[in-house]
């Protein structure tokens, strides 16, 4: 078997003790793990002056090999490129998107210097599976000084439909960028499809079979491979969380009212203020539910160096204040909200203390919050998942209950439906959402990826 490389912008830290929060660093550890490799990516660290060396920790059969960032590559590559124009434009919004000719050209910058660092490090018969928005152009900067490994790519995020990925100024570069690899792997078939239209449309390509298409004279596979978590693992750390002092600390808080809990990180993605919207209205439309039920909101600060990041977060505090204000009692809050991280064993408890998981992005991948609260849940008794049809994993798990979440009534109605389900109906949709979590989990993700990686190349 060949060795895996993988290579992500960022690497999580050896110390499994620090929370790593952030869908592609927890699955690709998962991942990982099992499988052995080399993880190389950013350190996290940014220097004036960065050294030039790739430090590289074993721990078990994994390698993390990483380097820092210098301040202005991390400005331009990091906070500009990847996540003030692709983040937005890859989930549908352009209102959001920054484009500035300097970040772009950090962002190549930064590419070539992630390939020529790897360089070094890699071995003819290596597989090499780059993850990520923030490293499309990888493969052609390696395919360039001439590696001949097999590579294969994964887009956590979206893909938008052509005509938004043509208000990107730079589009036929950066989706060019795409057909160095041999083979793509995406969340959903609607992300598959943004590039085929591109790479049928816009580059004159063709295709040559069910996943392989030809442009500008290379030849790639472009597949769905939805990834997974690790549901054993999940319910496991889920079921000794429970017995923990804090989870009796929870209950004593609740003084046996219900909850509701949401988990994401601050981002303008995760549909949070129409959440709260949503919650406001629950508390208006069904008063039945005053000083009964609560919402808890863990919203983990990220990407703190990007305003519109700073933005969200005041809009969701004056929102909170707002439903909180009205609707508190003198013993009860109706949202708590908390801007702070967790361990994973903690969070788990959370979700699996409450009756309902809120998972409402605008757009996501996937969402692997939406799987890890159903894989926490008591299997005899357990809570309802509401999930916006605008995330992956309504794809993955069907018999959730599926929301619009731009409709505040309906997602108001559906908490209500949710609250209201009897135990028999619980416990059948949540043994076929279990079902299909186990069956697609993250080794299963990765497994079925790199497999198909080993066949490649295609033509
Ligand atoms: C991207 C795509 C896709 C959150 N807060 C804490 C914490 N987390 C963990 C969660 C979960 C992960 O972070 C978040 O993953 P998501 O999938 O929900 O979202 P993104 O970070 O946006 O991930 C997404 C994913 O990549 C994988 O392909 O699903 O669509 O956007 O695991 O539990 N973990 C800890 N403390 C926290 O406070 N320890």
Redesign the pocket.
Known sequence: MSRLVVVSNRVAPVDETK??????A??VLAALKRSGGIWFGWSGDVADVPGEAVNEVRSGKLTYATFDLSTRDHDEYYNGFANSTLWPLFHYRLDLANFSRRNYTGYRRVNAFFARKLIDLIEPDDLIWVHDYHLIPMAEELRRAGVANRIGFFL??PLPPLDLLLALPEHRELMRSFFAYDLIGF?TAADRRGLLDYAIQEAGGEMAGDTIFRALGRTASAEVHP?GVDTDNIERMAASAAAARYGARLRTSLGGRRLIVG???L?YSKGLPERFMAFGHLMNAYPANRNRVSLMQ?A?PTRTGVPEYAEIRRTLETLAGHVNGEFSDFDWVPIRYLNK????RT?FGLLRSAQVGLVTPLR??????AM?YIASQLPSDPGVLVLSRFA?AAWSIPDAIIVNPYDTEGVAEAIQQALDMPRQERVERWQANMDALRRNDVNRWRETFVARLEEAPFA
């Open positions: 929370p790593t929060s952030g869908g592609l927890v699955a956590h995020t969340q990834i988990v994401d990180r981002d863990i983990t991280s967790f361990a994973r969070l996501d991948g996937m969402n692997l919050v890890e992956g």
